[in-house]
Each structure stands twice: as C-alpha cells, then as structure tokens.
C-alpha cells in the first residue's frame, strides 16, 4: 500500500462519517481515527512484524448518502485527464477561490487563463500563498470547494490547452 492509497483511504473515512476504521494487512497495520470535525483526524501506521493472510475493515452500518457519486466520479475523471491538463496543489492547505471574501474570484470555468495567472490561494500554517498557472488554456472544471483542505499533489483544475 502506497502514500496515495492511504490518503485515498483517509478522505474516504473523513467523508464517509466513520469514527474510526482499522486495516491490518500482510505487513502493515492502520488505524485512522476521525473526531467531530476534519481537522481532527489521527493517523496511526504502523508495520506489522507477522505476516496476516486476512484483511480486516471495520466500517459503520451506513453506508454515506453520496456513495453513488463516489463510483462514478473517477470514471468520469479518467476521461478528463486524457485531454486535459491537471492544475495540482504543490502544498498541504486551505484552498481559496477569491483573495478576501468581498472580492471577486480568481478564475471560473469558461475563463481563459495565461501562464503566471493566478488561480488561487492556499494557506498554510497562517501564510497565503498565490498559486499560478504553468499553463496556458481554457478552464474546464474546477475540482474543490472554496475553502477546503487540500492535500500535496490533489487535482485542483482542469485546463484544456488548445
């Protein structure tokens, strides 16, 4: 299991409700414990000295009502990423769409973008970082809310080059 399938694993457990989730596997164990909020999310990993042929979930009765979305959003991605050009996020932080909250946005899809652009701002430990466009392009789709946390290297905009 690679660092991508974890943090695939821990936005699955944050989105999903669940309070904790254990994962025991050949060679590693993982207990992920979420509070009432996001941003208290533990992590515990920690690799196991015996090999264990099973694997072990534990998740809640209910499954989350957006399930359905989940199932079809990568597909629909795939498909995406073929023509596009991916805008990822080079640090961990709160992503923000606009400077301040009473001026206008960065970007919107439809809008055409130069490189040196900025297209958005993400803060980390108190600092507001601007993040520029490497690309030239057209922006097709934008992939996270305003105000969210974002991960290194998470898909953040779609550009069509041509």
């Known amino acids: 299991?690679?660092?991508?399938?974890?943090?695939?694993?821990?936005?699955?457990?944050?989105?999903?409700?669940?309070?904790?989730?254990?994962?025991?596997?050949?060679?590693?164990?993982?207990t992920i414990k979420t509070?009432?909020?996001?941003?208290?999310t533990a992590i515990q990993y920690a690799p196991v000295a015996t090999?264990?042929?099973?694997?072990?979930?534990?998740?809640?009765?209910?499954?989350?009502?957006?399930?359905?979305?989940?199932?079809?959003?990568?597909?629909?991605?795939?498909d995406d990423n073929s023509k596009y050009i991916t805008i990822k996020?080079?640090?961990?932080?709160?992503?923000?769409?606009?400077?301040?909250p009473d001026k206008p946005l960065f970007v919107e899809v439809g809008q055409t973008i130069s490189e040196g652009d900025v297209l958005c701002?993400?803060?980390?430990?108190?600092?507001?970082?601007e993040i520029e466009s490497e690309v030239s392009g057209k922006?097709?789709?934008?992939?996270?809310?305003?105000s969210s946390p974002v991960e290194f290297d998470q898909p953040l905009f779609l550009v069509d080059p041509s």
């Open 121 to 129: 701002i993400i803060e980390a430990m108190k600092l507001f970082n």
């Open 139 to 146: 922006i097709v789709k934008i992939l996270v809310d305003d």
């Open 89 to 100: 996020s080079p640090i961990i932080g709160t992503f923000y769409r606009k400077p301040s």
């Open 35 to 40: 509070g009432s909020d996001p941003e208290t």
């Open 1 to 30: 299991m690679d660092l991508k399938d974890i943090q695939n694993l821990i936005k699955f457990v944050a989105k999903s409700g669940a309070s904790e989730v254990k994962l025991e596997m050949e060679d590693i164990k993982i």
């Open 51 to 78: 090999h264990m042929p099973q694997m072990v979930a534990q998740m809640p009765e209910s499954k989350p009502q957006f399930e359905g979305q989940t199932v079809a959003q990568p597909a629909i991605k795939a």
